[in-house]
């Protein structure tokens, strides 16, 4: 989904639950957690699937992270397949809300200018590669003001 | 007459010392004539080159905006291909067997998995697993089966052939297994690769009165029979098997959790035995992660069968008790009990296995597993397993 138009979706949800519960987002990180937090203060509620001690590539989600993102209006994730166990988890919850195309579905590399995009042919006879660019865009801060805007 | 002599020499001297510096100078004069040569010469190419790159700025057309990072759900028709995997599962065994059966004293590509999977549309998505064996002619249809997302209710569904959400051991698949093969009840009451049938299956989460306790019941119906050498159902294929299983999982914490399940099967037995057996299962499994590598596992299931037909044991019961520890990235040990009563012997299968396991990288994994086994029908063995893991392609497992 196109992420200024998720965000401007953010902010009318934001507005229009204003008076409402608090939106239920579920990211995949604490980083994008702590984002959202930020972002939308009172008027959201955040879960976060991989705890901040965790390799985020190794997560084996949970029953209950299953029904976090059942129950989910938004769900946060880096995509470029750093969360591999991203697509199993959507699947298992069978939210339509928060699927790939569904209003609630936000990749936060959408966007964002990626280093080290491969140009030709990946194999992984070069050990471990990231198929789509580096997907670690996150860690730079100015990559973060822009995930914020 | 020798100061003569002398200052004659020493004019000498000087002037040859005069003259080699002189060469010395014209060198240097020479090359700082070729580098401003070079220099100049540099200098016109490079204005050239920079005369030649404005013209073509002006003659180029406005560069389009970047396209996005090709992505997993990107538009090109290469994302509307399925996402298709391999798993190749090598094992080889030492035995004190003398017979000829699978594997005995042998290596062999136990199974070859292939996973085809895919969104149908936004209602729907389509997953399967096709296995080949050393062992069996043809291609087997391990599963196949379709997921309807949108289901009323909160409901989730699965539609096809399946490996029941029953117990814990019988969804995985075996790359996913934490021992060479599979546990001694899984094999002998619902088959050596556990149970796989065509069916229907719907699941529900439970009402959440706590954020640390989540609850999830699964219902199914399933095609009669069972798997290979399985004994707990019959063949009859028209009568069905019914089962449901109840997931408890208490989050300790971050990194400790708890899993309670509770399984009941029933089905038939044979052909007049219509509902014959009935099957009682507990799983408990326990974890924690102590960083984010190192993990211990603690895993048991137990069955307990109730049967109205005729056999030795109508209320046979067996169970396994595993205990696995990831050491690092690179290694994990663990070990494992079994104790099982089977229904046309006196006698219960007894074994004990533990194993290293070797992660060469998440997509190649070397396991060696030593099992000693005391059979119900009688005799024992000594096994020896070498198990190569190895996957390409796109293999992401369901959530069980």
Known sequence: MKKPIALSLL????CATASAAPL????TLSTFGDLVKQIGGEHVSVSVIAPPTFNPHFIEPKPSDVLRVKKADLYVYSGLDLEVWSDPLLIAAANPKVRAGGAGHLKLSNGVRLLEVPRANVTRAEGDIH?????????????VAQMAA | MFLCIALSGRASAQDNQLDTLSDQIKTLTQSVEQLRSALNRQQQRIE????ENAHLKDTLPEPSPAAPAPTTNSASSKSLNPDIGVVIDMVGLLSNSKEDEEGSDKASIRELEITIGHDIDPFTRFDSTLALSDFEDGVE???AYVTLLKMPWDLSARVGRIKPLIGKVNALHRDQLDTVDEPLVIQRYLGVEGLSRTGVEVARFLPQFNDAFTQQLTL????GGIGEDGSLFGDVRRHPTAYAHLKNFFEISPNTSIE???TFMTGSAGENDRNAVQAFGLDLTAEHHFDAIRRLKSQSEFYLQDRDDAVLNENAFGYYSLLDYRLNQRFGIGARYDNVERIAFAGKDKAVSTYITFYQSEFARLRIQYQNIDFAEGGKDNRLYLQGTFAIGVHKHAIK
């Open chain 1, 11 to 14: 902010s009318i949800v934001l």
């Open chain 1, 24 to 27: 239920k987002v579920v990211a």
């Open chain 1, 131 to 143: 198929a789509y660019g580096n997907p670690h865009f996150w860690l730079a801060p100015d990559n």
């Open chain 2, 48 to 51: 050239s080159l920079e005369k």
């Open chain 2, 141 to 143: 249809i391990e599963e």
């Open chain 2, 220 to 223: 199914g119906i399933l095609e």
């Open chain 2, 260 to 262: 309670i399940g509770n």
